[in-house]
């Protein structure tokens, strides 16, 4: 089975600055798909950025990076520029490239200071 | 495209009631999934359909639940004989199955809170 660990229940940030969100995971698959979801406060969760593991490239969209190592199965994010608007629950996530669920890891409090 | 819609979004009931919970996905969605969501917790699976078909049923889900999808479209998640430690956010999720692998997106629903008296 699967399992995803994210280890920092909570971080701050100032705004403008820059903060990595940190994420393991444990599986024996090899063709796998990562994700970072964004749950702001009260409202619905929706997708930051994704990841193919078979990609050795990290992912970015636009403030948005990730650092995947996949032999260490480690799979941070990076959020630069930091916006009042980041302040929110994220989430990993995996599944198997012909896997049927995401799972998911407990999440990370980011609160983002003016 | 109007997203994924759930109702009610909130509910309140008294320990030992039933309650209902109904998700519509986005329309040309194959894939619907319940996740369950307990406060300071990631989301934990539940049980998925595809289609009109539930193809996996988490341990969590015991006999006082159960879902459907009817027609492939919407899905009902049903609660019977409600106990406290039901109460959580209930999230429902949809996405599309490509022919060649599961790229995993989902596009989740603002959720159904529901809170046991």
């Known amino acids: 089975a699967q399992t995803v660990t994210q280890s920092q229940p909570e971080m701050s940030v100032q705004e403008a600055e820059t903060v990595t969100l940190s994420c393991t995971y444990d599986t024996s698959e090899n063709n796998y798909y990562l994700f970072w979801y964004k749950q702001p406060p009260s409202r619905q969760m929706i997708l930051v950025i994704r990841q193919e593991a078979y990609k050795q490239q990290n992912a970015t969209e636009n403030r948005f990076s990730v650092n995947f190592q996949k032999a260490a199965k480690s799979f941070s994010l990076k959020i630069s520029d930091s916006q009042l608007g980041d302040t929110a629950m994220y989430f990993c996530?995996?599944?198997?490239?012909?896997?049927?669920?995401?799972?998911f890891g407990a999440g990370t409090i980011l609160r983002v200071k003016s | 495209d109007t997203g994924v819609s759930q109702n009610p979004r909130h509910k309140i009931t008294k320990r030992g009631q039933n309650v209902t919970f109904r998700c519509d996905p986005i329309s040309e969605h194959n894939r619907l999934y319940w996740y369950r969501q307990t406060l300071g917790q990631g989301p934990e699976f539940l049980t998925y359909?595809?289609?009109?078909?539930?193809?996996?049923k988490s341990r969590l889900l015991s006999d006082r639940f159960s879902a459907e999808r009817p027609k492939g479209s919407f899905s009902t998640l049903e609660i019977q004989r409600t106990e406290q430690g039901d109460s959580a956010m209930y999230l429902c999720?949809?996405?599309?199955?490509?022919?060649?692998?599961?790229?995993?997106?989902?596009?989740f629903g603002e959720g159904s809170r529901l809170t046991v008296l």
């Open positions: 999720a949809s996405s599309k199955l490509l022919p060649t692998a599961n790229t995993g997106e989902l596009f």
């Open positions: 359909f595809q289609n009109e078909a539930q193809l996996e």
């Open positions: 996530a995996f599944i198997a490239s012909y896997g049927n669920k995401l799972v």
